[in-house]
C-alpha cells in the first residue's frame, strides 16, 4: 500500500486531509470540526473566514505541508490515494514529478546555505531515529517513538523493566524473541464431567538478533558480573550440586533533574536497575526508583538492585536449580 511508509497516524491523516482538498466545503470542515471537538466546535462563520483563509488553493504544497506539520509530500500522497484508490507506487511516483520538485526547490536556493545545512541535518537525525526505533522495537522497546535527541542515543530512553527483561530473554535464548505468557494454564471443574484445562499454543519464536551477536553479547554481560559493577554477584548463585548458574547482566543509574540556570537542578526521579540473566533459562530485572523532589536526598547507585538480587539468592535458588522439587518446569 501506498500508505504504508507514513508514520503512524496515516489512517487520521486520511480523515483529516480528506476536508482540506480543493473539492471540500467549509461546510464539511465544520462538520469534521465538530466531530472532533464536541461544544468547543468554531461556529459556522468562524468555520467559514477559517476555511477561506487556509483553503488549499491559497497556499501551495510547501506551505500546507508546514501549516498542517507534516511532510508535503505524505499530504500530497493521501489526497492521491483518495482520489485514485487503485494507483501502483509508480504511478503515484510519475504524478508526483512536480509536486517533489516544488517540495524541494528550497535545496537550490543558495543564499542561506547554512540554514539549509541545519535543515537538511534535522531531517537526517529523524530519519536515523526512526531506524533506530524499528530495530529497538523488534527487540522490545515499549514505546511508540523515539525523541531524536543524544540523551536518547545515550541510553535516558524512558524504557521499562519488563522490556529490559524481554531484551535479555532474547540474549539468553540466542537471539530468538518468545512471546510472554502471564498465565501457564487455567483449570477448571477439576474431577468433574466438565473438566477442561487451557494452555497456551505452542508459538515459534522470531529471530530478532543473529546467534553470533548474542552469543558475543552474553559473553560481555557475564564480565560485568565477573570484573565490573555486578560482581558482588559472582559465586552467589550455586546449587546444592555445587554447580554455578554464571550470572550475568548489565547495570544503570540515572539522575533526572529540570536544570534552572544558577542552582542545582530540579529532581525528577533517581532510577538504579540491573538487568540480568541466571544459567541458561532464566532472566530478569529489578529496580530502584524514587520519584519527586525527595529523589534528590538519595544517593543510590546501580549497586542497590544488585545487592538485593544477591540478598535474594537463597530464596531464588530453591526454584531456579533444576534438581530441586519447587524447581521451575520446564516447557514441553
Known amino acids: 500500500m501506498l500508505l504504508?511508509?507514513?508514520?503512524?497516524?496515516?489512517?487520521?491523516?486520511?480523515?483529516?486531509?480528506?476536508?482540506?482538498?480543493?473539492?471540500?466545503?467549509?461546510?464539511?470542515?465544520?462538520?469534521?470540526?465538530?466531530?472532533?471537538l464536541g461544544d468547543q466546535a468554531h461556529t459556522a462563520p468562524r468555520v467559514a473566514v477559517l476555511y477561506k483563509r487556509f483553503a488549499p488553493d491559497t497556499?501551495?504544497?510547501?506551505?500546507?505541508?508546514?501549516?498542517?506539520?507534516?511532510?508535503?509530500?505524505?499530504?500530497?500522497?493521501?489526497?492521491?490515494?483518495?482520489?485514485?484508490?487503485?494507483?501502483?507506487?509508480?504511478?503515484?511516483?510519475?504524478?508526483s514529478a512536480a509536486e517533489r520538485q516544488a517540495v524541494y526547490r528550497w535545496l537550490f536556493r543558495t543564499r542561506a546555505k547554512d540554514a539549509q545545512d541545519a535543515r537538511i541535518?534535522?531531517?537526517?537525525?529523524?530519519?536515523?531515529?526512526?531506524?533506530?526505533?524499528?530495530?529497538?522495537?523488534?527487540?522490545?522497546?515499549?514505546?511508540g517513538h523515539l525523541v531524536p535527541s543524544l540523551a536518547t542515543a545515550l541510553g535516558s530512553s524512558g524504557d521499562r523493566p519488563a522490556a529490559l527483561a524481554e531484551l535479555m530473554g532474547i540474549v539468553v535464548n540466542g537471539g530468538i524473541r518468545r512471546p510472554t505468557h502471564r498465565i501457564s494454564d487455567l483449570h477448571f471443574a477439576q474431577g468433574t464431567p466438565w473438566e477442561t484445562a487451557l494452555r497456551p499454543t505452542p508459538v515459534v519464536g522470531e529471530r530478532v538478533m543473529a546467534p553470533e551477536v548474542a552469543l558475543a553479547l552474553k559473553r560481555a554481560l557475564s564480565e560485568v558480573v565477573e570484573a565490573g559493577t555486578a560482581r558482588l554477584l559472582a559465586g552467589s548463585f550455586?546449587?546444592?550440586?555445587?554447580?554455578?548458574?554464571?550470572?550475568?547482566?548489565?547495570?544503570?543509574?540515572?539522575?533526572n533533574r529540570?536544570?534552572?540556570k544558577g542552582r542545582g537542578g530540579l529532581a525528577l526521579n533517581r532510577t538504579a536497575t540491573?538487568?540480568?540473566?541466571?544459567?541458561?533459562?532464566?532472566?530478569?530485572?529489578?529496580?530502584?526508583?524514587?520519584?519527586?523532589?525527595?529523589?534528590?536526598?538519595?544517593?543510590?547507585?546501580?549497586?542497590?538492585?544488585?545487592?538485593?538480587l544477591r540478598s535474594m539468592a537463597p530464596v531464588l535458588m530453591h526454584h531456579l536449580d533444576a534438581g530441586s522439587g519447587s524447581g521451575c518446569p520446564r516447557e514441553p
Open 121 to 143: 541535518y534535522t531531517m537526517m537525525e529523524v530519519e536515523a531515529f526512526l531506524d533506530i526505533h524499528r530495530r529497538w522495537a523488534r527487540l522490545g522497546y515499549p514505546f
Open 59 to 95: 497556499m501551495d504544497l510547501p506551505d500546507r505541508g508546514y501549516v498542517a506539520r507534516v511532510h508535503p509530500l505524505e499530504l500530497w500522497l493521501v489526497a492521491f490515494r483518495l482520489q485514485h484508490p487503485d494507483a501502483t507506487l509508480s504511478e503515484a511516483i510519475a504524478a
Open 238 to 255: 550455586q546449587s546444592a550440586s555445587g554447580a554455578d548458574l554464571s550470572p550475568g547482566g548489565k547495570t544503570g543509574t540515572g539522575d
Open 4 to 36: 504504508d511508509g507514513l508514520r503512524p497516524g496515516a489512517d487520521r491523516l486520511t480523515a483529516v486531509f480528506r476536508y482540506l482538498e480543493p473539492a471540500a466545503s467549509p461546510d464539511a470542515l465544520g462538520v469534521y470540526l465538530s466531530a472532533q
Open 274 to 308: 540491573f538487568v540480568f540473566y541466571l544459567g541458561p533459562r532464566h532472566f530478569g530485572s529489578v529496580t530502584a526508583y524514587v520519584v519527586g523532589p525527595n529523589a534528590a536526598d538519595h544517593r543510590f547507585t546501580s549497586g542497590l538492585p544488585v545487592q538485593i
Open 258 to 260: 529540570v536544570v534552572v
